[in-house]
């Protein structure tokens, strides 16, 4: 069965520091991997996917993951930190075949940035 | 604006009232979803659609119902509300099989 496993429930991090939210997938065929991100009482928004084409995938503000089919990762990385980028990050995965319509989430990291 | 739409936002219903949650993409988008959020859960999917008339469950499909008539609404039923149905709800639609989902602002529901 396909799964979604995020190390960290919350990940705290100063302004300007390194930013590094884990995901790990299992998954019997190869899939697609997305990341959102979920600002308070709002929706969830595409930061970036991941469909194959390359292993390096950048997103939108600044983020960008990283495919590892050996360490079965898809970790979002951020060089710097902002306090805008305080939010709920959650890594998900769509699988090639089967059913395709079924998009299965991690339980998602909090990021708080601190001053 | 490309967008998904749902109503309401926020819902207090009382158990088992019968209710609709409406859903509408103006995307011409073949996929569409639910899902419920629920703090330490994450989101968990409720049922998927893969076209009109095409459906199919999610992970925690129990008490809910969907129809897909037409390729842009995708309501989300609950003949018999309980209170372990309250939750967060995101209507959500994807062009293809290799897209992420674009999601709705949510509808806050609380069953009493």
């Known amino acids: 069965a396909q799964s979604v496993t995020q190390l960290g429930s919350h990940v705290s991090v100063s302004e300007g520091a390194l930013v590094l939210l884990r995901c790990n997938y299992s998954s019997s065929v190869p899939p697609y991997l997305f990341w959102y991100v979920q600002y308070p009482n709002q929706g969830l928004q595409l930061l970036l996917k991941y469909t194959s084409a390359a292993t390096l995938v950048k997103g939108i503000n600044g983020f960008e993951a990283e495919f590892k089919k050996s360490e079965t990762s898809f970790h979002l990385t951020k060089p710097s930190a902002h306090m805008s980028d305080a939010a709920e990050y959650f890594c998900?995965?769509?699988?090639?075949?089967?059913?395709?319509?079924?998009?299965?989430f991690g339980k998602g990291t909090k990021l708080s940035v601190k001053p | 604006e490309a967008q998904v739409t749902q109503n309401p936002r926020y819902l207090i219903t009382v158990t088992g009232k019968k209710l609709t949650v409406t859903c509408s993409q103006n995307m011409n988008h073949e996929y569409m979803s639910w899902y419920r959020q629920d703090p330490g859960l994450g989101l968990r999917q409720i049922y998927y659609s893969m076209n009109v008339e095409v459906t199919d469950k999610g992970d925690v499909p129990e008490g809910y119902k969907v129809s897909r008539k037409e390729k842009r609404n995708f309501p989300l039923i609950l003949e018999s509300p309980s209170p372990n149905q309250t939750s967060l709800y995101f209507c959500?639609?994807?062009?293809?099989?290799?897209?992420?989902?674009?999601f709705g602002s949510g509808t806050r529901l609380t069953v009493v």
């Open positions: 998900a995965l769509k699988n090639y075949g089967g059913s395709q319509g079924n998009l299965i």
């Open positions: 959500a639609s994807s062009l293809n099989r290799g897209d992420g989902y674009t």
